[in-house]
């Protein structure tokens, strides 16, 4: 596997991993269109748990099929594949060794009333369907936080044994946001750090909306001209937010939105200095020749 200089300066910023975990986050690194340039388009497959498959897959109906979604990320010259259990074990030895896989080890669902998420994958699974890192989310600010950061710890530092990448989805949620707060720039920021304390490889959260939602931040990015004004500044300080850049840090897609709007997010996350996306509904929920389309426009804001 050759090394891009891009790439062998992130593998560097990962000075306490194992050769085995720097070998699984370069194959993210090298995999699909984008391989090499220290940028990652990862689709993730979990949204059936959080949401049922009739909101997830409706909109199309060829999504109801786990094979589709491998052979989306793949068609599509993609960076990864994240998706539960289930739903791997269902492609993981058809298209073994074609992209890099990400087994989500933790779940929600939108039955339950509690800010919560059962762990639902292991390591050994990970290791058995040939995965290359796993994938887990913390809810910052919820009543359950501090024991799904145990829970984190725990599996992360099983996987760093097996020399596995940790991917890390840090959602701030609880009893003192409310829904803007969820994405205000200070939150996001705080949830990214947090992520990269708990030790995660690869951090995921929402792109940051122009609020400092906490009155306890304001005075602090007042007063030290903290940039929010537009997208890229408030990517460029989330990524500033995760060890000064030290941590690849990739940014949610969200809820369906058009096509330009996603592309301007796409852009800011760009200019931003940001390391990629991970999107799900934004293409899975799409007609696949308009997936490809979609997918292939990302991957070109990212080559840029």
Known sequence: MTLTPQVKAILDQYESDSPGTKTNLARFLNAGKLAGTGKLVILPVDQGFEHGPARSFAANPAAYDPHYHFELAIEAGLSGYAAPLGMLECGAAKYASEIPLILK?????????????????????????????IGFTIYPGSEYCFEQMEEFRELASEAKAAGLAVILWSYPRGPLLNKPAETAVDVCAYAAHMAALCGAHIIKVKPPQELVALDANKAAYEQN??????????????????????????FSGGDKTGTDNLLSTIQGIQDGGGFGSIIGRNVFQRPKAEALDLLDKIITIFKS
């Not at 933790?106 to 995965?131: F, H, I, P, W």
């Not at 408030?234 to 995760?242: D, E």
């Open 225 to 250: 001209n903290i940039d929010i004004s537009t997208l890229p500044a408030r990517i460029r300080h989330v990524v500033q937010s995760s060890f000064a850049g030290r941590r690849i840090v990739i």
């Open 105 to 133: 080890c933790n779940s929600s669902n939108s039955l339950a009333t509690e800010k919560d998420q059962a762990v639902t994958g292991t390591v050994a699974d990970a290791l058995r369907l040939g995965c290359a890192g």
